[in-house]
């Protein structure tokens, strides 16, 4: 099946700092990517919709200039979490549609200390 | 806004027992709904996608059923394994232009041997 890989699978960093997440989709091209957010014992929330070539689209509550989006190509979308802050700890993950079946990085567990 | 619960949150039984999982949503406007299983330190693997016109869908010894008057899904299992033994996630996705997931909180499941 199809592979969507994520990279770092886990990073700490100090409070302050940004953090870049990247999703690659190894096999397919994906003009449209997503990246979620689960908090612990919470359900995966969608954040924003990554689309090739042209802005990201945000969910309410989600501040775009915190976490700037970039899909730059039509294998590669980005995460940036700027100036990270301790309550940014959460479990990112992003996924790419590939023929209506969704298809999903391992995940990034990021620790702001 | 589309929320989805699944219950229960964890659930034992032992080997070769067949059980249920299930799931439910509020907005019936669905695209289609996902099941879909976590590993720990791993990315989701989807298992069965049920579109938003069928009933049911099978492979090998799972089985989904969606009721969307109802808003309802189950996930069946059947002659469960130790290998089984993962977190199932829900996700029911919206009936827009984008296409975007709204998880459960999951069902960890074990399977005793």
């Known amino acids: 099946g199809a592979v969507v890989s994520q990279h770092p699978s886990w990073v700490i960093c100090k409070s302050g700092t940004s953090v870049k997440i990247e999703c690659r989709s190894l096999?397919?091209?994906?003009?449209?990517m997503f990246w979620y957010r689960q908090f612990p014992k919470q359900s995966l929330m969608l954040m924003a919709t990554?689309?090739?070539?042209?802005?990201?689209?945000?969910e309410q509550g989600v501040e775009k200039d915190k976490f700037l989006i970039n899909h730059a190509s039509l294998t590669l979308s980005t995460l940036t979490v700027t100036s990270a802050h301790p309550e940014d700890s959460s479990f990112y993950i992003c996924?790419?549609?590939?023929?209506?079946?969704?298809?999903f990085g391992q995940g990034t567990r990021l620790t702001v200390v | 806004k589309q929320e989805v619960t699944q219950i229960p949150a964890a659930l034992s039984v032992p080997e070769g027992e067949n059980l249920v999982l299930n799931c439910s949503f509020t907005?019936?406007?669905?695209?289609?709904l996902q099941w879909f299983r976590q590993d720990p330190g791993k990315g989701l693997t989807s298992l069965l996608l049920?579109?938003?016109?069928?009933r049911e869908q099978t492979s090998g010894r799972l089985n989904a059923s969606l009721d969307k008057s109802s808003g309802r899904s189950t996930l069946y299992i059947a002659a469960s394994q130790p290998g089984d033994s993962a977190t199932y996630l829900c996700?029911?996705?919206?009936?827009?232009?984008?296409?975007?997931?709204?998880f459960g909180t999951g069902t960890r499941l074990t399977v005793i041997p």
């Open positions: 996700a029911a996705e919206r009936q827009t232009g984008a296409n975007n997931l709204f």
């Open positions: 907005d019936s406007a669905i695209y289609n």
């Open positions: 996924s790419a549609i590939l023929q209506g079946t969704a298809f």
């Open positions: 049920i579109q938003s016109s069928q």
């Open positions: 990554s689309n090739e070539g042209s802005k990201a689209t945000y």
């Open positions: 096999d397919f091209q994906a003009t449209t």
